[in-house]
């Protein structure tokens, strides 16, 4: 199957939360082209953006798992190609 190149942004607003977001982050790691954090300290929230090179069925089941732990978003948006 092709792969498509994808980001997929997550806002996490339960700190408690982390953990379990970075052990999944972990299990695709062979799909993950890089990630950058941002702690917004004002909100008491943190913005993540995950590159991922990956089929959409993996990506979409990715982002699915994400949104599903409490107190975090993910939303995707894929590439043209």
Known sequence: ?????????????DNDSVTELNE?????????IGRMGIPYRQKGI???SVAVDAT???TSA????????????AKTVYSQI
């Open 1 to 13: 199957m092709d792969t498509r190149p994808a980001v997929i942004a997550i806002i996490v607003d």
């Open 24 to 32: 999944l982050l972990h299990e695709y790691a062979d799909h993950i």
């Open 46 to 48: 943190s913005i993540i």
């Open 56 to 58: 959409q069925d993996v």
């Open 62 to 73: 990715l982002a699915g798992k994400i949104g599903r732990i409490k107190g975090v978003t």
